[in-house]
């Protein structure tokens, strides 16, 4: 049986690609991360990948005049990698229409989308004084932080909280739906109708 190959996109420390080289990543196995691509060098996520034996790019926008440029050499190098599926985990540029419509992309945000999206989504929570904010994974289009939700999971907003201490708990929670989500798209057992996604569980689960 050939590997489901997943390609993840990073900007920064990297946690929730670790928690997909823990938890699903085995070379020539059902899951392989066969990349890890960064828009930025000094991401400390890099050095996870590099530790996995995985390979890893960079592909930051200074090197290009425009962002089409850099996501279609981004676009390539997903093309040379054969990959089924784009994660973004914690990939903080928005991506051309190049680089999602051509492959399956999911994206994991610290907030129940459509609430809060964009770049700071905890902050933004914080700020507004919302009770519960939360988790999605939700597949990637051409907008911001759009897109079919495929899982969602609620997490409650203490009256003192940080965005630190809130993003210490949002944490799990996008690891664990994160795995949940790859698994599911591994296995086939994501239907999508317009907006609307089902996922079957696993037989007997
Ligand atoms: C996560 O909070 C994710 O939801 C957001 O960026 C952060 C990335 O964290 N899109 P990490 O680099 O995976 O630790």
Redo the contacts with the bound molecule.
């Keep these: 049986m050939s590997s489901f190959r997943v390609a993840v996109l990073?900007?920064?420390?990297?946690?929730?690609?670790?928690?997909l080289l823990d938890q699903l990543h085995s070379p020539g196995g059902p899951i392989e991360i066969v990349g890890v691509a960064s828009s930025r060098a000094e991401?400390?996520?890099l050095g996870r990948a590099e530790a996995a034996g995985v390979e890893s790019a960079v592909f930051p926008l200074t090197d290009h005049p425009e962002r089409a440029e850099r996501d279609a050499a981004l676009g390539d190098w997903l093309d040379s990698l054969e990959v089924d599926l784009v994660v973004?985990?914690?990939?903080?540029e928005l991506l051309t229409a190049r680089v999602v419509e051509r492959l399956p992309t999911i994206?994991?945000?610290?907030a129940l989308l459509p609430a809060f999206p964009g770049l700071d989504?905890?902050g933004d929570a914080l700020r507004y004084g919302v009770r519960v904010t939360g988790?999605t994974v939700h597949l990637v289009d051409a907008g911001v932080d759009t897109g079919p939700v495929l899982l969602q999971e609620p997490v409650r907003v203490h009256y003192d909280d940080t965005q630190e201490s809130l993003?210490e708990r949002?944490?799990p929670v996008?690891?664990r739906l994160l795995v949940e989500a790859v698994l599911a798209l591994a296995d086939d057992r994501v239907g999508i109708q317009a907006q609307r996604v089902a996922i079957r569980s696993v037989e007997g689960a």
């Design positions: 990073i900007s920064g420390t990297g946690t929730n690609l670790q928690a991401a400390p996520g973004l985990a914690g990939f903080m994206n994991v945000h610290p989504g905890i988790v993003r949002l944490r996008e690891h």
